[in-house]
């Protein structure tokens, strides 16, 4: 079934159950240090506060 669904195998999922059917679907874990991660990683960028002012408005959709 994994492999229909396209999932490997350290995939975690959760079944729900609705009326007459069952739907099933990949739980995305939330990482909260991800601004911290990227902070970390030597990206090739020249102003930080520019990009810091793209990716703000998107982060709180993240979490």
């Given at each position: 079934?994994?492999?229909?669904?396209?999932?490997?195998?350290?995939?975690?999922?959760?079944i729900?159950d609705?009326?007459?059917?069952?739907?099933?679907?990949?739980m995305?874990?939330?990482?909260?240090?991800?601004?911290?991660?990227?902070?970390?990683?030597?990206?090739?960028?020249?102003?930080?506060?520019?990009?810091?002012?793209?990716?703000?408005?998107?982060?709180?959709?993240?979490?």
């Open positions: 079934m994994r492999e229909a669904l396209c999932l490997n195998e350290s995939t975690a999922v959760y729900e609705r009326d007459d059917e069952l739907i099933i679907r990949p995305h874990t939330k990482t909260p240090d991800a601004a911290k991660k990227i902070s970390k990683m030597d990206l090739p960028i020249n102003d930080w506060e520019t990009m810091e002012q793209e990716i703000e408005p998107n982060f709180d959709s993240l979490n």
